[in-house]
């Protein structure tokens, strides 16, 4: 599975932006039955889990992005969203997306096999 994560940018504090992430077809892993997670890299930073959405469509958030930023998946194209409302500085990072298999939900990185390149987000105040 490959992953290719687009629509990161420079947005202004309290602006919203909204990534985009499309899986290759594989008839061998389905889209629909993988867990797509989302995770970012501020500067200087590890890598941070944001949220995930499941084989049943079910989210799950980390409370710093909680109420602000909404996972959904299109499964019929093969795509996974992450909606950010609400930006603030803090949220400056690289975005990535990536996909486990077998979780229906799991927060380590480890546990997700495939991953996209990352797109940069950038909150100006």
């Known amino acids: 599975v490959q992953l290719q994560a687009s629509g990161g940018g420079l947005v202004q504090v309290g602006g919203s932006l909204r990534l985009s992430c499309a899986a290759s077809?594989?008839?061998?892993?389905?889209?629909?039955?993988?867990?797509m997670g989302w995770f970012r890299q501020g500067p200087g930073e590890g890598r941070e889990f944001v949220g995930s959405?499941?084989?049943?469509?079910?989210?799950y958030y980390e409370d710093s992005v909680k109420g602000r930023f909404t996972i959904s998946r299109d499964n019929a194209k093969n795509t996974v969203y992450l909606q950010m409302n609400s930006l603030k500085p803090e949220d400056t990072a690289v975005y990535y997306c990536a996909a486990a298999r077998g979780f229906s939900f799991t927060r380590a990185s480890a546990n997700y096999e495939y991953w996209g390149q990352g797109t940069q987000v950038t909150v100006s105040s």
């Open positions: 959405i499941n084989q049943n469509s079910n989210e």
């Open positions: 077809a594989d008839p061998g892993r389905p889209f629909s039955m993988l867990l």
